[in-house]
Every structure is written in C-alpha cells, then in structure tokens.
C-alpha cells in the first residue's frame, strides 16, 4: 500500500508539473471509486485529500470492473471535450502490484475496447525488490492437451504495456522512457 501511494503521488506531481490536461485518480480493488475527478485541478491539498482516501482494506481486486468503469469515464470525457478529441490519445497509468486473483475476472475484452478507443492502458507493477515473493518469481501452471506446463507468470500477463518497478527513486525516468517507448510503437502501428 505505501509503495503504491507513494508511485501515485510521484506520478501525479509529474503530470501536473508537465501540464498533461486533465487528470483523474480512481482507487480500486473489490470496487472503484473515483477519487479525483477531471474537472479538480490537481494541487498538493487535493493529493493529499486523495491519499487519505486510500483504505488498502478490500480482500480482492476486480481488474475487470476497474477497466469497464475507465473506458466508459474516458468516452464520457472525450465526449465532453467536443468533436476535435476523437482521435487524441488518453492515457491510463494503473499502479498495483499486479497480482491476479480469481476476481479479477477476464479484462482481455476492456483491454481491446481500450485500444479501440485510442486509450492507452500503461500498467505500473510496484514490486518490492527485496520481496521473496517477487512477480517476477511467481510462476502458473497450466495443462496444455492434458500436459503439465510451468512458465513464468508475468509472460502470460494480459496487460500489453507494462513496467515492473523494484525502487521508487527510479520511477520518473523509467515511466517517462516507458512512455516514450510505447508511444513510438503506437506511432509504428
């Protein structure tokens, strides 16, 4: 939870010292909630306010329903915005520890309709180095034509833009080089 809180603090103050538009904080797990909307511009009492809010309380996260509440939040955004912004891009940072559980549910479908919308998802995987338990060691099991087949986690993972950050310090270079990246590879596309 404090690294997650401290990511998004990090990431907030960037946009807002870059003057990216409009920002908007949902918190989520078993549901979302909207915690910064748009029209708030955002200011060091409002992230605060924001972190505060912040409960780390909920067993379970429902990648699913976070992702159908974003995309439907960013089209109702863009449609406020007037005709001109149908083709800007919108970008969508979602910090966790990217752990899947069973309600995660399957966000492949919300993960295309992102796309379809000119919504990029970049997913922030905050992974304490020191950990035992690192994503990066966590392993799936699956039974391909009834063979058993063990294969690292995070290649199955279902988020195609994705960093796994191990040490705070390095976020602001490692998201504005990941940024940079993935927006190159979309202009290739």
């Given at each position: 939870g404090r690294l997650a809180c401290e990511a998004l603090a990090l990431v907030c103050?960037?946009?807002?010292?870059?003057?990216?538009?409009?920002?908007?904080v949902l918190s989520f797990a078993e549901t979302t909630q909207l915690l910064h909307p748009f029209e708030?511009?955002?200011s060091a009492e409002a992230g605060a306010h924001m972190l505060s809010r912040f409960t780390f309380s909920q067993g379970h996260t429902h990648m699913e329903g976070l992702l159908k509440t974003v995309v439907q939040t960013l089209q109702?955004?863009?449609?406020?915005?007037?005709a001109g912004s149908a083709e800007q891009m919108q970008l969508?940072?979602?910090?966790?520890?990217?752990r899947r559980s069973p309600s995660w549910g399957d966000p492949s479908l919300w993960i295309r309709r992102a796309a379809q919308q000119h919504i990029l998802l970049c997913f922030v995987i905050v992974d304490a180095a020191a950990s035992e338990d690192s994503i990066m060691d966590l392993q799936s099991v699956s039974y391909p034509n009834g063979k058993?087949?063990?294969?690292k986690w995070i290649d199955s993972f279902p988020f195609p833009y994705y960093i796994v950050l191990r040490?705070?310090?390095?976020?602001?270079q490692?998201?504005?080089d990941a940024?940079?990246?993935w927006l190159e590879l979309l202009q290739r596309t």
């Amino acid at each position: 939870g404090r690294l997650a809180c401290e990511a998004l603090a990090l990431v907030c103050q960037a946009l807002s010292r870059l003057e990216v538009g409009q920002m908007s904080v949902l918190s989520f797990a078993e549901t979302t909630q909207l915690l910064h909307p748009f029209e708030r511009p955002f200011s060091a009492e409002a992230g605060a306010h924001m972190l505060s809010r912040f409960t780390f309380s909920q067993g379970h996260t429902h990648m699913e329903g976070l992702l159908k509440t974003v995309v439907q939040t960013l089209q109702l955004a863009r449609l406020q915005q007037g005709a001109g912004s149908a083709e800007q891009m919108q970008l969508v940072l979602i910090v966790s520890d990217g752990r899947r559980s069973p309600s995660w549910g399957d966000p492949s479908l919300w993960i295309r309709r992102a796309a379809q919308q000119h919504i990029l998802l970049c997913f922030v995987i905050v992974d304490a180095a020191a950990s035992e338990d690192s994503i990066m060691d966590l392993q799936s099991v699956s039974y391909p034509n009834g063979k058993l087949t063990i294969s690292k986690w995070i290649d199955s993972f279902p988020f195609p833009y994705y960093i796994v950050l191990r040490d705070l310090v390095t976020l602001p270079q490692v998201l504005s080089d990941a940024l940079r990246q993935w927006l190159e590879l979309l202009q290739r596309t």
